[in-house]
């Protein structure tokens, strides 16, 4: 399964994202089945990956598993329990 979060190297909330995401990753005992992954978009491959993905907004995190998303939030730091609902879309 795979966690990727989309957004700036200097966005404050991009930062946020990603440490809450690692958090509850570890926490919720999936750490050791997710890929967290965070695409900067200042890059060239970033932007690339970003415009594959139909990122208009900052943050945006993307839960898949098999390339299919199950979660996706765009503009912000997602709910808790609606990226735990999506990791556990995923467990099976």
Do not use: N
Request: glycine residues 10%; charged residues 30%.
């Amino acid at each position: 399964m795979k966690v990727e979060i989309f957004g700036k190297d200097d966005c404050a909330i991009c930062k946020s994202t990603k440490r809450k995401l690692a958090h509850f990753v570890e926490k919720w005992g999936y750490g050791d089945k997710v890929d967290l992954v965070f695409v900067s978009m200042d890059t060239v491959d970033g932007m690339a990956e970003g415009a594959f993905q139909d990122v208009d907004e900052i943050p945006t995190t993307i839960i898949s598993q098999d390339g299919d998303a199950v979660g996706r939030w765009d503009g912000g730091v997602p709910p808790s329990a609606e990226v735990r609902e999506a990791l556990a879309q995923c467990r099976s």
